[in-house]
Protein backbone atom coordinates (compact mmCIF):
# COMPACT_ATOMS: atom_id res chain seq x y z
CA UNK A 1 0.00 0.00 0.00
CA UNK A 2 2.12 2.64 -1.10
CA UNK A 3 1.60 6.38 0.41
CA UNK A 4 1.03 7.80 -3.33
CA UNK A 5 -1.83 5.22 -3.94
CA UNK A 6 -5.60 5.69 -3.95
CA UNK A 7 -5.83 2.69 -1.59
CA UNK A 8 -3.99 3.99 0.86
CA UNK A 9 -6.05 7.29 0.56
CA UNK A 10 -9.07 5.30 1.80
CA UNK A 11 -6.97 3.54 4.14
CA UNK A 12 -5.92 7.00 6.05
CA UNK A 13 -9.68 8.79 5.72
CA UNK A 14 -10.67 5.72 7.91
CA UNK A 15 -8.25 5.77 10.13
CA UNK A 16 -8.00 9.46 10.51
CA UNK A 17 -12.20 9.65 11.14
CA UNK A 18 -12.04 6.76 13.87
CA UNK A 19 -8.85 8.00 15.67
CA UNK A 20 -10.24 11.84 16.27
CA UNK A 21 -14.92 11.10 16.10
CA UNK A 22 -15.10 7.58 17.84
CA UNK A 23 -11.81 6.94 19.70
CA UNK A 24 -11.29 10.39 20.64
CA UNK A 25 -11.69 10.65 24.29
CA UNK A 26 -9.68 7.41 25.01
CA UNK A 27 -5.92 7.45 24.83
CA UNK A 28 -5.79 3.43 24.92
CA UNK A 29 -7.92 3.54 22.51
CA UNK A 30 -6.21 5.61 20.06
CA UNK A 31 -3.51 4.01 19.88
CA UNK A 32 -5.36 0.15 20.43
CA UNK A 33 -6.74 1.68 16.46
CA UNK A 34 -3.06 3.09 15.00
CA UNK A 35 -1.27 -0.55 16.26
CA UNK A 36 -4.08 -2.30 14.24
CA UNK A 37 -3.78 -0.04 11.50
CA UNK A 38 -0.42 0.01 11.46
CA UNK A 39 -0.32 -4.21 11.57
CA UNK A 40 -2.83 -4.13 8.47
CA UNK A 41 -0.69 -1.36 6.53
CA UNK A 42 2.32 -3.72 6.97
CA UNK A 43 0.16 -7.22 6.05
CA UNK A 44 -1.04 -5.52 2.90
CA UNK A 45 2.92 -5.84 1.35
CA UNK A 46 2.90 -9.45 2.86
CA UNK A 47 0.87 -10.42 5.39
CA UNK A 48 3.47 -13.31 6.02
CA UNK A 49 6.44 -10.75 7.27
CA UNK A 50 3.29 -9.58 9.81
CA UNK A 51 4.60 -12.19 12.16
CA UNK A 52 8.20 -11.21 11.99
CA UNK A 53 7.50 -7.63 13.15
CA UNK A 54 5.31 -9.13 16.01
CA UNK A 55 8.25 -11.19 17.06
CA UNK A 56 10.93 -8.54 16.56
CA UNK A 57 8.48 -6.72 18.72
CA UNK A 58 8.12 -9.03 21.46
CA UNK A 59 11.62 -9.86 21.43
CA UNK A 60 13.03 -6.14 22.01
CA UNK A 61 9.68 -6.00 24.30
CA UNK A 62 10.66 -8.67 26.68
CA UNK A 63 14.54 -8.06 27.06
CA UNK A 64 13.83 -4.36 27.74
CA UNK A 65 11.76 -5.55 30.49
CA UNK A 66 14.36 -8.21 31.87
CA UNK A 67 17.05 -5.54 31.60
CA UNK A 68 15.13 -3.03 33.99
CA UNK A 69 14.20 -5.94 36.46
CA UNK A 70 17.84 -7.52 36.40
CA UNK A 71 19.67 -7.33 39.83
CA UNK A 72 23.35 -7.25 38.17
CA UNK A 73 25.45 -5.95 35.43
CA UNK A 74 26.34 -9.10 33.85
CA UNK A 75 22.61 -10.39 33.46
CA UNK A 76 21.66 -6.89 32.42
CA UNK A 77 24.19 -7.61 29.42
CA UNK A 78 22.93 -10.71 28.67
CA UNK A 79 19.79 -9.34 27.83
CA UNK A 80 21.48 -6.27 25.75
CA UNK A 81 23.42 -8.80 23.42
CA UNK A 82 20.09 -11.33 23.21
CA UNK A 83 18.58 -8.42 21.98
CA UNK A 84 21.17 -7.02 19.82
CA UNK A 85 22.06 -11.30 18.43
CA UNK A 86 18.80 -11.94 17.40
CA UNK A 87 17.88 -8.86 15.78
CA UNK A 88 20.95 -8.18 13.79
CA UNK A 89 20.73 -12.77 13.12
CA UNK A 90 17.50 -11.93 12.10
CA UNK A 91 18.44 -9.09 9.42
CA UNK A 92 21.82 -10.72 8.31
CA UNK A 93 19.79 -13.90 7.36
CA UNK A 94 17.12 -12.31 5.03
CA UNK A 95 19.34 -9.34 4.11
CA UNK A 96 22.53 -10.60 3.86
CA UNK A 97 22.99 -13.85 4.04
CA UNK A 98 23.01 -14.20 -0.21
CA UNK A 99 25.78 -12.04 -0.15
CA UNK A 100 28.48 -14.02 2.47
CA UNK A 101 27.55 -16.81 0.43
CA UNK A 102 28.47 -15.66 -3.25
CA UNK A 103 31.15 -13.73 -1.80
CA UNK A 104 33.04 -16.72 -0.33
CA UNK A 105 32.44 -18.82 -3.01
CA UNK A 106 33.98 -15.95 -5.75
CA UNK A 107 36.75 -15.59 -2.99
CA UNK A 108 37.46 -19.61 -2.89
CA UNK A 109 37.16 -19.38 -6.62
CA UNK A 110 40.14 -17.60 -7.72
CA UNK A 111 42.27 -19.52 -5.41
CA UNK A 112 41.12 -22.81 -7.27
CA UNK A 113 38.39 -23.91 -4.68
CA UNK A 114 35.09 -24.20 -6.19
CA UNK A 115 31.96 -24.24 -4.04
CA UNK A 116 28.63 -24.35 -4.86
CA UNK A 117 27.25 -22.26 -1.99
CA UNK A 118 23.71 -22.67 -0.86
CA UNK A 119 21.58 -19.78 -1.07
CA UNK A 120 17.85 -18.29 0.13
CA UNK A 121 14.93 -18.06 -2.08
CA UNK A 122 13.38 -15.13 -0.14
CA UNK A 123 12.15 -12.35 -0.69
CA UNK A 124 13.31 -8.97 1.44
CA UNK A 125 11.16 -8.50 4.34
CA UNK A 126 9.90 -5.05 3.72
CA UNK A 127 10.79 -2.32 6.53
CA UNK A 128 13.20 -4.62 8.36
CA UNK A 129 16.20 -2.61 8.80
CA UNK A 130 14.38 0.44 9.75
CA UNK A 131 11.60 -1.66 12.67
CA UNK A 132 15.01 -3.65 13.54
CA UNK A 133 17.00 0.00 14.39
CA UNK A 134 13.60 1.41 16.17
CA UNK A 135 13.47 -1.84 18.50
CA UNK A 136 17.78 -1.59 18.82
CA UNK A 137 17.77 1.69 20.08
CA UNK A 138 15.13 1.06 22.41
CA UNK A 139 16.86 -1.77 24.10
CA UNK A 140 20.39 0.35 23.66
CA UNK A 141 18.25 3.29 25.36
CA UNK A 142 17.13 0.80 28.28
CA UNK A 143 20.52 -0.70 28.90
CA UNK A 144 22.36 2.86 28.91
CA UNK A 145 19.14 4.15 31.61
CA UNK A 146 18.13 6.83 28.89
CA UNK A 147 14.44 5.48 29.22
CA UNK A 148 12.71 3.08 31.66
CA UNK A 149 11.52 0.08 30.35
CA UNK A 150 8.27 0.47 28.69
CA UNK A 151 5.44 -1.94 30.50
CA UNK A 152 2.37 -1.24 28.30
CA UNK A 153 3.00 -4.18 25.32
CA UNK A 154 0.37 -1.86 22.75
CA UNK A 155 2.66 1.81 23.32
CA UNK A 156 5.69 -0.39 22.39
CA UNK A 157 4.15 -2.08 20.01
CA UNK A 158 2.77 1.45 18.38
CA UNK A 159 6.12 2.97 18.65
CA UNK A 160 8.35 0.07 16.39
CA UNK A 161 5.26 -0.34 13.98
CA UNK A 162 3.41 2.99 13.89
CA UNK A 163 2.55 2.77 9.78
CA UNK A 164 3.94 6.39 8.74
CA UNK A 165 7.42 5.64 9.38
CA UNK A 166 7.07 2.15 9.77
CA UNK A 167 8.49 1.12 6.00
CA UNK A 168 11.14 3.31 5.04
CA UNK A 169 11.59 5.55 8.48
CA UNK A 170 12.36 8.01 9.84
CA UNK A 171 14.36 6.22 12.21
CA UNK A 172 12.88 7.05 15.98
CA UNK A 173 14.23 6.63 19.28
CA UNK A 174 12.26 5.29 22.01
CA UNK A 175 13.61 8.92 24.11
CA UNK A 176 11.74 11.16 21.01
CA UNK A 177 8.47 8.66 20.21
CA UNK A 178 7.59 6.81 23.32
CA UNK A 179 6.64 9.83 25.33
CA UNK A 180 4.16 11.08 22.55
CA UNK A 181 2.56 8.00 22.72
CA UNK A 182 1.91 7.70 26.03
CA UNK A 183 0.71 11.35 25.96
CA UNK A 184 -3.17 12.59 25.62
CA UNK A 185 -3.45 14.07 21.95
CA UNK A 186 -5.97 16.69 20.77
CA UNK A 187 -6.60 17.63 17.54
CA UNK A 188 -4.66 20.78 16.38
CA UNK A 189 -6.30 22.25 13.30
CA UNK A 190 -3.14 24.24 12.35
CA UNK A 191 -0.71 21.29 12.93
CA UNK A 192 -3.36 19.25 10.74
CA UNK A 193 -3.24 21.74 7.73
CA UNK A 194 0.43 21.62 8.29
CA UNK A 195 0.85 18.26 7.64
CA UNK A 196 -1.27 18.24 4.68
CA UNK A 197 0.89 20.76 3.43
CA UNK A 198 4.39 18.74 4.15
CA UNK A 199 2.20 15.83 2.37
CA UNK A 200 1.58 17.82 -1.03
CA UNK A 201 4.92 18.66 -0.95
CA UNK A 202 6.50 15.19 -0.48
CA UNK A 203 4.00 13.99 -3.29
CA UNK A 204 4.64 16.44 -5.54
CA UNK A 205 8.35 15.33 -4.81
CA UNK A 206 7.53 11.96 -5.94
CA UNK A 207 5.28 11.92 -8.43
CA UNK A 208 6.47 14.84 -9.78
CA UNK A 209 10.32 15.19 -9.92
CA UNK A 210 11.05 11.38 -8.64
CA UNK A 211 9.02 9.39 -10.83
CA UNK A 212 10.20 11.67 -14.29
CA UNK A 213 13.47 11.80 -13.10
CA UNK A 214 13.70 7.84 -12.75
CA UNK A 215 12.99 6.96 -16.29
CA UNK A 216 15.37 8.71 -17.98
CA UNK A 217 17.87 7.54 -15.00
CA UNK A 218 16.85 4.08 -15.52
CA UNK A 219 17.08 4.17 -19.33
CA UNK A 220 20.89 5.79 -19.46
CA UNK A 221 22.07 3.37 -16.69
CA UNK A 222 20.61 0.67 -18.73
CA UNK A 223 22.50 1.72 -21.61
CA UNK A 224 24.98 3.36 -20.86
CA UNK A 225 27.60 1.91 -22.97
CA UNK A 226 25.90 3.82 -25.73
CA UNK A 227 25.67 7.56 -24.69
CA UNK A 228 28.55 9.89 -24.55
CA UNK A 229 29.96 11.44 -21.60
CA UNK A 230 27.78 14.35 -21.36
CA UNK A 231 24.52 12.13 -21.38
CA UNK A 232 25.77 9.79 -18.57
CA UNK A 233 26.72 13.24 -16.43
CA UNK A 234 23.36 14.07 -17.24
CA UNK A 235 21.82 10.45 -15.84
CA UNK A 236 23.84 10.68 -12.44
CA UNK A 237 22.01 13.96 -12.54
CA UNK A 238 18.94 12.88 -12.81
CA UNK A 239 19.88 9.46 -10.64
CA UNK A 240 20.52 12.19 -7.68
CA UNK A 241 17.26 14.40 -7.98
CA UNK A 242 15.72 10.84 -8.37
CA UNK A 243 16.79 9.34 -5.06
CA UNK A 244 17.08 13.07 -2.98
CA UNK A 245 13.10 13.78 -3.67
CA UNK A 246 11.75 9.98 -3.77
CA UNK A 247 13.11 9.56 -0.31
CA UNK A 248 13.02 13.15 0.93
CA UNK A 249 9.49 13.35 -0.27
CA UNK A 250 9.15 9.87 1.74
CA UNK A 251 9.45 11.55 4.53
CA UNK A 252 7.83 14.28 3.92
CA UNK A 253 4.88 12.51 3.55
CA UNK A 254 5.68 10.05 6.60
CA UNK A 255 6.40 13.39 8.83
CA UNK A 256 3.00 15.09 7.32
CA UNK A 257 0.69 12.22 8.08
CA UNK A 258 2.27 11.91 12.04
CA UNK A 259 0.58 15.65 12.27
CA UNK A 260 -2.60 14.45 11.30
CA UNK A 261 -2.17 12.16 14.64
CA UNK A 262 -1.02 14.46 16.56
CA UNK A 263 2.88 13.38 16.62
CA UNK A 264 6.02 15.11 15.72
CA UNK A 265 8.73 12.58 14.03
CA UNK A 266 12.06 13.40 13.79
CA UNK A 267 13.39 15.64 10.59
CA UNK A 268 14.95 13.62 8.18
CA UNK A 269 15.80 15.65 5.62
CA UNK A 270 16.89 19.61 5.73
CA UNK A 271 17.92 20.56 1.82
CA UNK A 272 21.34 18.56 1.65
CA UNK A 273 22.01 19.79 -1.90
CA UNK A 274 23.23 23.11 -0.48
CA UNK A 275 25.37 21.73 1.34
CA UNK A 276 29.22 23.57 1.35
CA UNK A 277 30.93 20.53 2.01
CA UNK A 278 30.66 16.92 2.80
CA UNK A 279 30.38 16.64 7.21
CA UNK A 280 27.22 19.42 6.65
CA UNK A 281 25.74 17.34 3.93
CA UNK A 282 25.94 14.15 5.96
CA UNK A 283 24.26 16.60 8.77
CA UNK A 284 21.08 17.05 6.17
CA UNK A 285 20.85 13.40 4.19
CA UNK A 286 18.86 11.12 5.89
CA UNK A 287 19.14 12.77 9.57
CA UNK A 288 17.78 10.00 11.43
CA UNK A 289 20.01 7.01 10.08
CA UNK A 290 23.24 9.21 10.29
CA UNK A 291 22.70 10.20 13.67
CA UNK A 292 21.57 6.74 14.66
CA UNK A 293 25.15 5.50 13.82
CA UNK A 294 26.96 8.63 15.58
CA UNK A 295 25.57 7.86 18.39
CA UNK A 296 25.14 3.99 18.40
CA UNK A 297 28.29 3.26 16.82
CA UNK A 298 30.63 6.01 16.10
CA UNK A 299 30.68 7.95 20.05
CA UNK A 300 30.87 4.35 21.80
CA UNK A 301 34.48 3.59 19.18
CA UNK A 302 35.54 7.15 20.33
CA UNK A 303 34.10 9.30 17.86
CA UNK A 304 36.87 12.24 16.87
CA UNK A 305 38.13 12.53 20.70
CA UNK A 306 40.56 9.95 19.72
CA UNK A 307 43.75 10.07 18.26
CA UNK A 308 44.48 10.62 14.04
CA UNK A 309 44.34 6.58 13.19
CA UNK A 310 40.88 5.91 15.76
CA UNK A 311 39.40 9.22 14.06
CA UNK A 312 40.27 7.73 10.72
CA UNK A 313 39.32 3.90 11.87
CA UNK A 314 36.09 5.27 13.75
CA UNK A 315 34.99 7.73 10.17
CA UNK A 316 35.72 4.26 7.24
CA UNK A 317 33.75 2.26 10.28
CA UNK A 318 31.06 4.36 10.21
CA UNK A 319 30.36 5.10 6.57
CA UNK A 320 31.17 1.45 5.43
CA UNK A 321 28.60 -0.04 8.08
CA UNK A 322 26.19 2.68 6.34
CA UNK A 323 26.99 1.65 3.31
CA UNK A 324 26.22 -1.99 3.78
CA UNK A 325 23.20 -1.11 5.65
CA UNK A 326 21.80 -0.61 2.50
CA UNK A 327 22.16 -3.55 0.24
CA UNK A 328 24.21 -6.57 0.03
CA UNK A 329 26.18 -5.62 -2.74
CA UNK A 330 29.85 -4.07 -2.87
CA UNK A 331 28.57 -1.10 -4.56
CA UNK A 332 27.19 0.03 -1.59
CA UNK A 333 30.57 -0.59 0.23
CA UNK A 334 32.37 1.40 -2.34
CA UNK A 335 29.54 4.16 -1.80
CA UNK A 336 30.31 4.25 2.12
CA UNK A 337 33.83 4.57 1.66
CA UNK A 338 33.51 6.81 -0.69
CA UNK A 339 31.60 9.32 1.14
CA UNK A 340 34.53 8.99 3.73
CA UNK A 341 37.22 9.63 1.82
CA UNK A 342 35.62 12.89 0.67
CA UNK A 343 34.56 13.89 4.79
CA UNK A 344 37.80 12.59 6.27
CA UNK A 345 39.33 15.91 4.90
CA UNK A 346 37.15 18.14 7.34
CA UNK A 347 37.11 16.02 10.24
CA UNK A 348 41.13 15.88 10.68
CA UNK A 349 41.56 19.52 9.98
CA UNK A 350 38.54 19.92 12.27
CA UNK A 351 36.57 21.82 9.97
CA UNK A 352 33.17 19.35 9.95
CA UNK A 353 31.33 21.80 12.16
CA UNK A 354 32.54 24.86 10.10
CA UNK A 355 28.83 25.04 8.64
CA UNK A 356 26.06 24.55 10.89
CA UNK A 357 23.35 27.16 9.71
CA UNK A 358 22.03 26.96 5.93
CA UNK A 359 24.32 28.33 3.59
CA UNK A 360 23.17 32.52 3.04
CA UNK A 361 20.54 32.56 5.62
CA UNK A 362 18.84 35.97 5.67
CA UNK A 363 20.10 36.30 1.98
CA UNK A 364 18.45 36.03 -1.16
CA UNK A 365 22.12 34.28 -3.01
CA UNK A 366 24.99 33.02 -2.05
CA UNK A 367 28.56 34.05 -2.27
CA UNK A 368 30.44 33.38 -5.08
CA UNK A 369 32.98 31.17 -2.48
CA UNK A 370 29.30 29.60 -1.00
CA UNK A 371 27.91 28.74 -4.57
CA UNK A 372 31.49 26.91 -5.60
CA UNK A 373 31.80 25.27 -2.35
CA UNK A 374 27.99 23.96 -2.74
CA UNK A 375 28.73 22.86 -6.37
CA UNK A 376 32.18 21.16 -5.53
CA UNK A 377 30.13 19.10 -2.70
CA UNK A 378 27.79 17.81 -5.28
CA UNK A 379 29.81 16.68 -7.26
CA UNK A 380 31.34 15.03 -4.70
CA UNK A 381 27.84 13.36 -3.96
CA UNK A 382 26.89 12.71 -7.73
CA UNK A 383 30.39 10.63 -7.97
CA UNK A 384 29.51 8.71 -5.02
CA UNK A 385 25.60 7.97 -6.50
CA UNK A 386 27.23 6.24 -9.36
CA UNK A 387 28.40 3.29 -7.31
CA UNK A 388 25.34 3.36 -5.30
CA UNK A 389 22.84 2.91 -8.56
CA UNK A 390 25.05 0.83 -10.60
CA UNK A 391 23.86 -2.73 -10.35
CA UNK A 392 27.85 -3.90 -10.14
CA UNK A 393 31.01 -2.60 -9.34
CA UNK A 394 32.24 -3.56 -13.09
CA UNK A 395 29.44 -1.01 -14.32
CA UNK A 396 29.93 1.74 -12.39
CA UNK A 397 33.76 1.93 -13.10
CA UNK A 398 32.92 1.35 -16.63
CA UNK A 399 30.02 4.40 -16.21
CA UNK A 400 33.04 6.68 -14.48
CA UNK A 401 34.94 5.27 -18.06
CA UNK A 402 32.26 6.78 -20.30
CA UNK A 403 32.16 9.94 -18.52
CA UNK A 404 35.71 10.38 -18.36
CA UNK A 405 35.84 10.62 -22.66
CA UNK A 406 36.56 12.86 -25.24
CA UNK A 407 32.54 12.99 -25.24
CA UNK A 408 32.33 14.85 -22.04
CA UNK A 409 32.24 17.88 -23.63
CA UNK A 410 29.71 17.43 -26.25
CA UNK A 411 25.65 17.80 -26.10
CA UNK A 412 23.49 14.95 -24.60
CA UNK A 413 21.94 13.05 -26.97
CA UNK A 414 18.75 10.59 -25.61
CA UNK A 415 16.90 8.46 -27.53
CA UNK A 416 13.26 10.86 -26.45
CA UNK A 417 12.05 13.53 -27.42
CA UNK A 418 13.59 17.04 -26.99
CA UNK A 419 9.96 18.44 -25.79
CA UNK A 420 10.04 15.78 -23.13
CA UNK A 421 13.37 16.28 -21.77
CA UNK A 422 13.19 19.70 -22.18
CA UNK A 423 10.00 19.22 -19.44
CA UNK A 424 11.69 17.34 -16.77
CA UNK A 425 14.81 19.82 -17.08
CA UNK A 426 12.42 22.52 -16.47
CA UNK A 427 10.34 21.13 -13.60
CA UNK A 428 13.98 20.02 -11.61
CA UNK A 429 15.03 23.72 -12.30
CA UNK A 430 11.47 24.81 -10.66
CA UNK A 431 12.17 22.71 -7.76
CA UNK A 432 15.46 23.97 -6.98
CA UNK A 433 14.24 27.72 -6.78
CA UNK A 434 11.27 26.47 -4.88
CA UNK A 435 13.72 24.50 -2.50
CA UNK A 436 16.09 27.37 -2.21
CA UNK A 437 13.50 30.06 -1.48
CA UNK A 438 12.28 28.13 1.23
CA UNK A 439 15.64 26.41 2.86
CA UNK A 440 15.61 27.82 6.06
CA UNK A 441 12.31 26.57 7.16
CA UNK A 442 11.16 22.38 8.27
CA UNK A 443 10.35 21.56 4.50
CA UNK A 444 10.17 23.96 1.13
CA UNK A 445 6.41 24.93 1.09
CA UNK A 446 6.05 25.44 5.37
CA UNK A 447 5.59 29.13 5.03
CA UNK A 448 6.05 30.33 1.64
CA UNK A 449 7.03 34.29 2.31
CA UNK A 450 8.29 34.60 -0.80
CA UNK A 451 4.83 34.63 -2.06
CA UNK A 452 2.99 37.62 -0.17
CA UNK A 453 -0.36 37.44 -0.55
CA UNK A 454 -2.65 35.02 0.68
CA UNK A 455 -4.07 34.53 -2.93
CA UNK A 456 -0.61 33.47 -4.20
CA UNK A 457 -0.64 30.83 -1.67
CA UNK A 458 -3.27 29.14 -2.67
CA UNK A 459 -3.12 29.76 -6.61
CA UNK A 460 0.59 28.07 -5.88
CA UNK A 461 -1.12 25.01 -4.07
CA UNK A 462 -3.92 24.50 -6.67
CA UNK A 463 -1.13 24.51 -9.16
CA UNK A 464 0.96 21.51 -7.21
CA UNK A 465 -2.34 19.69 -7.11
CA UNK A 466 -2.93 19.71 -11.06
CA UNK A 467 0.80 19.28 -11.56
CA UNK A 468 0.71 16.17 -9.61
CA UNK A 469 -2.38 14.76 -11.54
CA UNK A 470 -0.88 15.13 -14.37
CA UNK A 471 2.16 13.54 -13.97
CA UNK A 472 0.96 10.32 -11.66
CA UNK A 473 0.82 7.32 -13.74
CA UNK A 474 1.73 4.02 -12.40
CA UNK A 475 2.11 3.98 -9.16
CA UNK A 476 6.14 3.49 -8.56
CA UNK A 477 8.10 1.96 -5.44
CA UNK A 478 9.75 4.31 -3.25
CA UNK A 479 13.83 3.48 -3.46
CA UNK A 480 14.27 3.17 0.30
CA UNK A 481 11.74 -0.11 0.37
CA UNK A 482 14.08 -2.46 -0.49
CA UNK A 483 16.27 -1.08 1.81
Given at each position: ??????????F?????????????????????L???????F???????????????????Y??????Y?????????????????????????????????????????????????????????????????????????????????????????L???????????????????L??????????????????????W?????????????????????????????????????????????????????????K??????????A???????????????????????R???????????T??????????????????????N?????????????????????????????????????????????????????????????????????Y?????????????????????????????????????????????????????????????????????F??T???????????
Amino acid sequence: MLFNSFGFGIFLIVVFALYWFVFNRKLQQQNLLLMAASYFFYACWDWRFLFLLIFSTLLDYFTGLKMYQAKNQKLKTFWLWLSITINLGFLGVFKYYNFFASSLAAVCADIGIHLSPFTLNVILPVGISFYTFHGLSYVIDVYKGRIKAERNFIDYSLFVSFFPLLVAGPIERSTHLLPQVKATRKFNYQEAINGLRQMLWGLFKKAVIADQCADYANLIFANSAHYTGSTLVLGAIFFAFQIYCDFSGYSDMALGIAKLFGFDLLRNFAFPYFSRDMAEFWRRWHISLSSWFRDYLYIPLGGSKTGTWLKVRNTLVIFIVSGFWHGANWTFIIWGFLNALFILPSILLKTNRNHLEIVAKGNALPTPREFMQMVFTFIQVLFAWIFFRADSVTQAFKYIGGIFSKSLFSVPQLDVGKEQLLEVILLIITFIIVEWQGRENQYAIEKLTWLRRRGYRLAFYYTLIIVIFLFTGKEQQFIYFQF
